[in-house]
């Protein structure tokens, strides 16, 4: 070592000490970062097997391929990583010894242009390293500190660390080299490697820092960091909401005031931010007239972007009216809602008197308004709107725009005012269609909303708090309605499934009975029909534990008794069935079977007894009807439980009725087995749309699912066998965010994804 910073501490640091130390952080660290490195391949091949299998075509499915290759670079990965590892600490190691005086530092690299595939690599090893800096800093900072005493320098750099967030990112980029894999499995592994890598690194670096503390090797404290300016107060600062978000003043001023926009914000969320910058800007390019706004060359000779206050003035002016942008792509899906929305405003520049040809859309205003613009695309494509709630929402793209344009935070906080007036808005309105006063007036005051945003919204953001607060009340005594439809439908539910549970043990027991045996087809008629109907009637009321239950089920055993046996008089059988025609009467009488029809099947049940004793064929008869409070109506059977509780919203699916036959993957049955109480799903309905349903109850009779749409309805009772084979089919999709903004975005990140692939 070139110095001692610690003379009292000799021993520990000799500098055989301090490679055997050396050493065993390299041991620790190695076997910790492999295990890492073992999850993330086990975690990408599973993502990648799901999708080949979901894919329909295992023999020739790219994500098969993909799989395959994987594992077939596994060997050389691990190695490369490994490899990487141990230059990094025999590098640091060679540093604890002592160095000759002419010993020369290292040269500079030699600078070069990095192919694309390169460069992307690059970026995510980055992206890797700042999240590990973000979550662990204060540790790899401590670290560091302990490292640079051991080699006697003031501070060591990242490039000399082998455990800095740098060289911790970089492995999984070094192993990489010349191994050929799939673009989206190389990213898909650098974002596993993130995940596990950030989720247990605390262990490790608390042990290697206990290490070296035990060695001698004190860490400096951190250094105070500088003071900041005081920034500006706004003239408004928001209240906390219901849920505890409190952001700060800054979080509605101008993004263009000089503030860091992701500043603050939650790491999940501000990483999806950056991704959805990052393709965003790659993918524009690679549109018809790629960087260009309204057939310019954005930021072109002779042109200037909008400064904050004429965009604003522009997005003011087209606030009132829906523009003609919007109409256009409700009128044509397949056109793209931002390009022209961003074409109308540079048409308008001349309103605000700027020669339109003269200039441009700054680029963070123009993500602004492509993000919003995709985003109000793909909820008018896939969200469950009628044509007046599309309209009503449609009024909502100008006041967004310009809400994202003031402050990007709309889409770094999950409970930023605006994205939550989106939501409420939304579920106010999707699946909506007025059947009810309570609906209507739910879409009334839905409508009122967004006309007060239309006519209110002047560069305050208050305004978007006011108005969610306000519908977020309404949406609440809503609920409050909506739970007490739900409740009413789970007990009918409830008591649906008890009848059947009881005609169910009713059955069971006749089969018990007429096992062996061959009733008459008067006697099977009057068991199948009036002594099961008496004895699930007797279950329901009593149980089956009660004395009017084994009454019931003698009367059972002494009609099958009378089966003629070969050589038994034929004329004994009429006293005998006469003997019992109290219980008989009783059974009959439950079914509403009395006075002289009670008689016929009396006579009915004598007269086929006689006839098999006799050997003669069995009469012909009328099966009678079913008589309840004097009124004939027909037995109910046992319908298929999806195809009775599907009528609503009729889905496009041949549905199935029992858990037999029914050929799903144990994936989906275990996914759908784990769905909870109060978890929306979409299910597709004849429009070809796929139509959120919430999960309000399971039946602890039948442990079936019930769903129930916006209005507390129930529109779907099944099986969770039943469930993943309507997966599997199409006709269920199962989505993690609940939030339409959320959901959204994540679709608008898929389709950008998509368009770049």
Do not use: C
């Not at 048409?347 to 993000?371: F, K, N, T, Y």
């Amino acid at each position: 070592m070139n110095e001692n910073p610690h003379p009292g501490n000799a021993q520990t640091s000799t500098p055989t000490s301090a490679r055997d130390l050396v050493t065993a952080m390299r041991r620790r660290s190695t076997e910790h970062l492999q295990a890492v490195l073992a999850r993330v391949f086990a975690r990408a091949d599973d993502w990648l097997f799901d999708l080949a299998k979901k894919d329909g075509v295992p023999d020739g499915s790219p994500y098969l391929f993909a799989m395959r290759a994987l594992r077939t670079s596994r060997a050389p990965l691990e190695r490369g990583f490994r490899d990487y590892l141990d230059k990094g600490f025999s590098s640091f190691e060679t540093r604890t010894a002592p160095r000759r005086p002419d010993e020369a530092e290292s040269s500079l690299p030699e600078l070069s242009l990095l192919p694309e595939a390169e460069l992307e690599q690059q970026l995510a090893t980055n992206l890797t390293a700042e999240a590990i800096t973000r979550i662990h800093g204060n540790q790899l900072d401590e670290l560091a500190g302990r490292l640079a005493r051991m080699v006697g320098v003031a501070k060591l750099e990242a490039d000399d660390n082998p455990l800095s967030a740098h060289a911790l990112a970089g492995a999984i980029g070094a192993a990489h080299t010349g191994i050929e894999l799939p673009d989206d499995v190389r990213m898909v592994l650098f974002k596993y490697y993130e995940r596990e890598l950030i989720h247990d690194l605390r262990d490790l670096l608390t042990d290697i820092n206990a290490r070296l503390e035990a060695a001698g090797f004190r860490s400096d404290k951190a250094a105070p960091k500088p003071a900041q300016k005081p920034k500006p107060k706004p003239d408004y600062v928001p209240p906390a909401t219901a849920d505890g978000y409190a952001p700060a003043a800054s979080d509605y001023m101008p993004s263009g005031a000089g503030a860091d926009p992701s500043e603050g914000a939650p790491a999940e969320d501000r990483a999806v931010f950056e991704v959805l910058q990052q393709l965003l800007h790659a993918w524009r390019p690679a549109q018809p007239g790629g960087g260009q706004q309204g057939g310019r060359q954005t930021g072109g000779a002779g042109q200037r972007p909008l400064q904050a206050n004429e965009m604003m003035s522009l997005l003011s002016l087209m606030q009132a009216t829906v523009p003609q942008a919007v109409n256009e792509a409700l009128d044509r899906p397949e056109v793209s809602l931002a390009a022209l929305l961003k074409n109308e405003v540079l048409r308008g520049a001349s309103r605000i008197g700027l020669p339109p040809e003269d200039v441009s859309i700054s680029q963070a205003d123009e993500d602004a308004v492509d993000l919003v613009g995709m985003l109000f695309d793909v909820m008018f494509d896939e969200r469950d709107f009628e044509q007046s709630a599309r309209t009503m929402i449609s009024r909502l793209v100008v006041p967004f725009v310009k809400a994202a344009v003031m402050d990007r935070r709309l889409f770094l906080y999950k409970t930023h005012p605006a994205r939550r007036l989106l939501n409420s808005l939304a579920e106010a309105v999707e699946g909506n269609r007025g059947e009810g006063p309570q609906e209507r007036e739910l879409l009334q005051k839905a409508e009122n909303t967004v006309d007060r945003l239309i006519a209110e919204f002047n560069e305050d953001l208050a305004i978007f708090e006011t108005l969610e607060q306000e519908l977020r009340q309404f949406l609440e005594q809503h609920r409050r309605r909506v739970e007490l439809a739900e409740r009413r439908a789970a007990e009918a539910q409830r008591g649906q499934e008890r009848l059947e549970q009881a005609r169910d043990l009713a059955k069971i027991e006749l089969e018990q009975r007429t096992r062996g045996l061959d009733p008459t087809p008067a006697m099977r008629d009057f068991l199948e029909r009036n002594w099961t109907h008496h004895l699930s009637m007797i279950a329901l009321r009593e149980g089956p534990d009660s004395g009017s239950w084994q009454t019931a089920l003698t009367v059972a055993d002494r009609l099958l008794s009378l089966l003629p046996k070969p050589g038994d008089p034929a004329e004994a059988i009429e006293p005998a069935v006469q003997a019992m025609r109290e219980p008989i009467e009783t059974v009959l009488a439950s079914s509403g079977i009395i006075g002289e029809a009670a008689q016929d099947v009396m006579h009915g049940l004598a007269d086929s007894l006689q006839r098999r004793a006799r050997g003669q064929a069995p009469a012909k008869t009328e099966v009678p009807a079913q008589h309840h409070d004097d009124k004939v109506v027909q037995m109910p059977e046992r319908r298929s439980a999806v195809a009775a509780a599907m009528a609503d919203l009729k889905p496009r699916l041949e549905v199935v009725g029992g858990k037999a036959g029914i050929e799903v993957s144990d994936s989906d049955v275990e996914q759908m087995r784990q769905i909870k109480i109060g978890t929306w799903i979409h299910i597709a309905g004849e429009d070809g749309k796929h139509h959120p349903v919430k999960l309000s109850w399971i039946s602890p009779i039948s442990s079936r699912l019930m769903f129930v749409n916006r209005r507390g309805v129930r529109v779907l009772v099944a099986s969770v066998e039943e469930l993943a084979a309507m997966k599997q089919a199409g006709n269920l999709l199962v989505r993690e965010q609940e939030q339409v903004f959320d959901q959204v975005l994540h679709r608008v990140m898929g389709k950008l994804r998509e368009d770049l692939g």
